[in-house]
């Protein structure tokens, strides 16, 4: 019996417990001493004894009845938090619990009390512990494999093809916005369909290298590139130097200038704003990556270009690579995330590339209209990218039609209309990466879930209360706000949300930096200060993001407007509600239900106008808006 008790987590009661009025056995062969007994009448003294004896059994028989009955009862309580949601037809079988007996050290109760067999694997923070989704959330493995509720079965293509990506950034090592997941995704996305992938983007010095798998120097080559000398655009060979390896299992291609004492490019404690000017750097950058591929012989069949960053790698193409010969096979395809920076750059500025900007600046290229008449002219990186791609990519269907016929093209809205700008437009709606964002197997997450094991999710919101500092309620719904704090994303609105959140007694965790985070930082630094229900991190944290997504009830998506919206996705993937402005409907999901101020959707709430003093729309229902 002791294995019993142990296994429930109790220990014996010693025989002075038993109760006194305990039923005498009516079956003594098994007693002890009954041989003894045998064949003479027992003394009044032995005969006391062995009522006594047989109280205390009888005490003990019910004991162990009643203990039988509590180990049945936590089997059956066990089996079903470990019981996994029914496999669908389409997918594989459930694979049985994986339970570590082992466990190490460290703090694995809930500060709410909570004993589940998810629960108790976490190694819950320490209110205010710096930096806490820095460090593993458990210290034993998830006890419950969950399956993926989105089953993926992706089937090679016929005809594989050699696809180059020219990027500024890739996620995980080198992200600011969608841009890094999105190149990252659509890589992983075409090496699984069978085609040959790789990503050329800057060594910027600020990338952490242990994420790089096999990270080795390949080789040193030489590009042209512009110096200003004496107030003089001046062309000379740059020794630049490329290192290879692999991310997440994308082949990356890293350059750099070889000499970082002599041009600094690409160094500096963050991705964009450093210590160099961004045009020159990404000028460079395009140059360098044909200069790359012409020197190793590379002819690949498409050349993925994206936002203006990398736009001047088609104009630089036709002009100069494909004319002279030395890559005659790539087709190029422009990819616009976000047209609300559109890269301006003067003729002579161009001539970081090492070829001078004037060839292109007519309006059948590349010149901004704007500028017609000024001096000097400018041009436009994004607009010439568009001219000189054999197709142009946006990040949504509606985004497409918004930047040829609606107002998304902005002064280039006419550009696009051409019949034959416009005929090159598609739209492909963005995903995101299912593998790494899956709340059923998140190694960043304290707890997983799915949508019909939602424990999780609970567990999750607990932590980061705990981690934060912020009051651990589980009744409060928890709004996140998870955003760059630039014009676009309507950083004033964020603002007046965590003031509404703490008039109507909700919590608020805002995670973002940006040009525009002066008075969200100073919320956080006077109003929110230690406040129980309010947090506001001018940072960023990939990996805090994603607790953040699995904790929150509701994500704000206050944006003016939106290409497509990354954020809806993994705040969707990870079981929340979102509340977006109007722009969002077309990816929020189909319209179920209408109202003069507000659309609900099979996945949200649209809210078509807000009045940011208060953060209330201007119509008064629903109330919790």
Known sequence: MKPLLQGCGMRASPPGNCRANARPLLHTTALPGRRALAGRAASPAESLGMIEVLKELEALREENQRLKEMNARLIKEKAIAFEAPAATTAG????????????????????????????????????????????????????????????????????????????????????????????????????????????????????????????????????????????????????????????????????????????????????????????????????????LLQITGQQPHIIQVHDWHAAATSMLYWEVYNKGGSLWRPRMVMTIHNLDNSGECRQDEFGYTGIPGEPYAHVDKALDERTIGHNPERLNLMKGGVIFSNAVVTVSPSYARDIVFAGAGGFLREVFNLPHVSSKFYGILNGVDVADWNPAGDPVLPANFNATSLEGKALCKEYLQRGLGMAVDPTKPLVAVVSRLEGQKNPGLMHAAAYHCQDVGAQYVLLGS???????????????????????????????????????????????????????????????????????????????????DYKLTDDGYCAQYFCCSNLRPCATEPSWL
Not at 523 to 529: E, R
Request: glycine share 8%.
């Open 92 to 291: 594989p079988a459930i694979a049985p619990p994986v339970i570590e007996p082992k466990r190490s050290s460290g703090p694995s109760t809930s500060p709410s009390g909570s004993e589940s067999p998810l629960a108790r694997g976490i190694h819950w923070p320490t209110p205010n512990e710096p930096n806490f989704w820095d460090r593993p959330a458990r210290h034993e493995p998830f006890p419950l494999k969950l399956e993926d509720s989105l089953q993926m079965n992706i089937e090679k293509d016929s005809i594989p093809l050699h696809i180059v990506h020219i990027s500024a950034e890739l996620a995980p090592i080198g992200k600011v916005g969608g841009l890094g997941d999105v190149v990252s995704g659509l890589s992983k996305a075409c090496i699984a369909r069978g085609h040959q992938v790789s990503v050329i983007m800057p060594f910027y010095e600020s990338l952490d290298n242990d994420q790089i798998e096999g990270l080795k120097h390949e080789l040193d080559f030489e590009v042209p590139k512009g110096f200003i000398w004496d107030g003089e655009m001046r062309v000379c060979m740059l020794r630049t130097t490329m290192f290879s390896g692999k991310v997440c299992g994308v082949p990356v291609q890293l350059i750099r200038p070889a000499d970082w004492n002599a041009c600094p490019l690409f160094r500096g404690s963050k991705i964009y704003g450093g210590s160099y000017d961004d045009r020159e750097a990404y000028l460079y950058m395009c140059r360098a990556a044909l200069e």
């Open 514 to 596: 940006g040009s525009q985070a002066g008075p969200l930082r100073q919320a956080a630094d006077t109003d929110f200060k230690n406040h129980p229900h309010i947090r506001i991190l001018i940072q960023y944290s990939e990996r805090l993001s994603h607790l953040i997504y699995a904790a929150a009830d509701m994500v704000l998506v206050p944006s003016n407007f939106e290409p497509c919206g990354l954020t809806q996705l993994a705040a969707m993937r990870y079981g929340a509600i979102l509340v977006v402005d109007f722009f969002a409907e077309a990816t929020c999901g189909h319209v179920l239900w209408s109202h003069p």
